[in-house]
């Protein structure tokens, strides 16, 4: 977490004429070989760490099943169906970005990466799931509330910190939503060929009608229940991206991000039941009223979650219309070349526009250095 704080040694020497050395007095930099060592064996330490994440979490990837579930060409063509929806609104967050379009390798992997880090929910929802069974309705409110919502939340939000986010392209606080989205993707992509793929044993292929009428249905449901992973993570990305560029207040607005994208989470599984219940009540037929339901949760918190990245938009580009207007103001106070009223420093008419470069964008923005288990539902995420 970075500081402002400086050394009172350090502090007197700026204001001292003498050249002092304060090379580990009050700062540091790498000067010797043992300073060289330090160094490797901190990146090394880092980047291993990375890997035996993503290591475990192939290895449970298989462990699970996941990758004969996206393997299966039934399967696999449901999935890819189920996450129409999804990849829409991922899509409509990333053209949102007014900054720069984000790098292809970055979505793709951040993409990847979750559907690594799905795993890990899918083992903790699953040890944990048998510890709040006992309790009723209670145990499943605290399951979704303590458990669920804040561990896939994490899981998801590791996906982006793993590696778009070292990566200095990650330059806008808007940029953490894009990738939030993405990873959300990642974990609806794997979560629903798990749900098909579980939905459709002890179905046969060459059960005719009542194949395809359960394909149809887990797909039509996993596809509305899908987008809403996307909602989640992207606030919790949106806060990330907050994050980044304050880093005194790093850890309390990470969590604050979990926190909100925990309790939608969670909020959508404890309800998702019940509301459906009320719909159909009122004489909708049952699946439309699951249906129904989804739409209108997803369709509340999704505009909520537009209404912040729309307000990032607007200050950035009420900004950057300021930032013209003063460079238009300096050229009209240049002196002009006599009579012809023409400005001698055409260059600085030119401003900041929407066609710069993604590290022409940034520069105000100079960047620092945990498949659901719960339950059988597949309309729960």
């Known amino acids: 977490m970075g500081t402002d704080q400086t050394d009172p040694v350090e502090g007197s020497a700026d204001g001292n004429d003498d050249d002092v050395d304060l090379y580990e007095v009050a700062t540091w930099e790498e000067r010797s070989r043992l300073d060289g060592f330090a160094v490797a064996l901190y990146r090394f330490g880092t980047a291993t760490a990375r890997g035996l994440v993503i290591l475990v979490g192939l290895v449970l990837l298989f ?20 996450a129409v929806p999804a990849v829409l609104l991922a899509g409509y967050v990333y053209v949102s970005d007014v900054t720069a379009n984000e790098p292809p390798a970055l979505l793709l992997g951040t993409f990847l990466l979750s559907v690594v880090t799905a795993t890990f929910a899918a083992v903790l929802n699953g040890l944990a799931q048998g510890l709040f069974a006992g309790v009723g309705a209670v145990g499943f409110l605290l399951f979704f509330y303590l458990f669920v919502g804040p561990v896939e939340e994490t899981v998801k939000l590791l996906a982006v910190r793993l590696y778009a986010y070292r990566d200095d392209r990650f330059g806008a606080v808007v940029d953490g939503a894009v990738y939030g989205a993405m990873a959300g993707l990642g974990f609806a992509f794997i979560e629903n060929a798990l749900y098909i793929e579980r939905g459709l044993m002890g179905t046969e292929l060459g059960g005719g009608l009542a194949f395809i009428a359960a394909g149809s249905q887990i797909t039509l449901t996993r596809a509305l229940a899908g987008p809403g992973h996307v909602i989640y993570s992207a606030f919790a990305g949106y806060y990330l991206g907050l994050a980044k560029f304050n880093n005194d207040d790093w850890g309390p607005i990470v969590i604050k991000g979990l ?16 509301g459906s219940a009320v719909l159909a009540a009122l004489g909708l037929p049952e699946l439309v009223a699951t249906f129904a339901y989804i739409l209108l949760y997803d369709a509340l918190f999704g505009a909520l979650l537009l209404r912040k990245i729309h307000n990032y938009r607007r ?21 002009t070349d006599g009579e012809s009223g023409e400005s001698t420093g055409s260059a600085a008419s030119e401003g900041p526009g929407p066609g710069r470069t993604h590290e022409e964008r940034r520069g105000r923005h100079a960047p620092d250095d945990a498949v659901a288990a719960d339950g059988d539902d597949p309309s729960r995420e």
């Open 315 to 335: 200050t950035y580009e009420r900004v950057e219309a300021g930032g013209v207007g003063e460079a238009a103001t300096g050229v009209a106070d240049e002196p």
């Open 259 to 274: 926190v909100i994208a925990s309790l939608i989470h969670a909020t959508y599984n404890s309800t998702v039941g019940l």
């Open 63 to 82: 462990g699970i099943g996941a990758f004969s579930a996206v393997t299966s060409p039934v399967v696999g063509v449901l999935t890819v169906l189920s």
